[in-house]
């Protein structure tokens, strides 16, 4: 995890992994940030598995380099990418572990996720896809490939270099309710990024123009039709967030 003052929302995402069904594992928490994650880290972190590590804030150093540095620090055989601010269901870890195993590669991603669009006074919850995989939920085993030192995009790019380097196993979309990208006001791509996961294709304009001018209404499209295993995250969700914010005001 690369993070910085952002611990309200850090905090969801080191509770996540606490509640990991697969227990062999330790967060590397990477913060250049000036805000001290300690008190949140001994309030939501699984004990024993967490390493801080705190370092000066540098202009120079990109998000990609930031990556590169916490895949360094760790110390598994086998790495996953951990963003502070997305929601990991329990059995995340295990399943993405054992599909890479099964496949007999040495890296596993989702192509299909749920996204969460907070603000305005609402919240949109729908599932989506990302072309080939989606990059933020790579798991691999230790490897040559490297981050490249870019702002933004920085994992699509890492994604298609571990996939070349130790081939990939894609999980479908029975495993959407694994991964949830949240949009909440301050992430490296706009809000307008997450809303065109909605018509990504041309397949899916004409379902989107329909709904968004002769219904006016999105949430009519099927993507906000989720399974019973989506509308169990998305409760979870709603309940760590409303539980954070109290944690943050408290």
Known sequence: MVTADRPGLASRAIKCHAHQT?????????????????????AHGAPGRVRYVRIPR????????????SMELAQGDWMIQWDDDEWYAPTRIET????????????????????????????????AETGTATPGTILYRRCESRYPSLRRNEDGV????????LGMTVLGR?????????HHGANTWSRAHFEQRLRRTPAQWPAWLVARYLRRDITTLGAFRLTDDELTTVESVDRSTAGEVLHVIS
């Open 158 to 165: 890492f994604m298609a270099s571990v996939a070349r380097e």
């Open 22 to 42: 697969y227990e062999n594992t330790e967060l590397v928490i990477l913060d250049d940030g000036s805000v001290d994650y300690s008190s949140v880290i001994s």
């Open 96 to 127: 993405q572990l054992n599909s890479a195993l099964a496949g007999g590669t040495g890296a596993c991603a989702l192509k299909w996720t749920l996204v969460r669009i907070e603000g305005n006074g609402s919240i949109m919850n729908f599932r």
């Open 174 to 182: 029975e495993h959407s309710h694994l991964f949830v990208r949240i």
């Open 58 to 69: 540098d202009p120079a150093l990109t998000l990609g380099d930031l990556r590169n540095m």
